[in-house]
């Protein structure tokens, strides 16, 4: 048996003054794509958002599927 194992980790940080940020959500949506054992967590903030100024939206990738 061939048994391959790689552990890797990954930080992004963005402060943006306005939405024209990296698109860290397709980068995510990237990995759950060629890596589909993957696990992390995703914080978005967005101050711009009408009515979610002050909310943190959270992704979460399991076994490479986004929810």
């Known amino acids: 048996m061939d048994v391959t194992v790689a552990a890797v980790t990954t930080a992004?940080?963005?402060h943006s003054n306005h939405r024209s940020s990296p698109d860290v959500v397709g980068l995510f949506e990237h990995v759950?794509?060629?890596a589909p054992g993957s696990y992390g967590?995703?914080?978005i903030r967005d101050?711009?958002?009408p009515g979610h100024e002050n909310q943190v939206r959270v992704l979460r990738l399991v076994r490479g599927t986004i929810t």
């Open 12 to 14: 992004v940080d963005c």
């Open 32 to 34: 759950e794509a060629v």
């Open 41 to 43: 967590l995703l914080h």
């Open 47 to 49: 101050d711009e958002g």
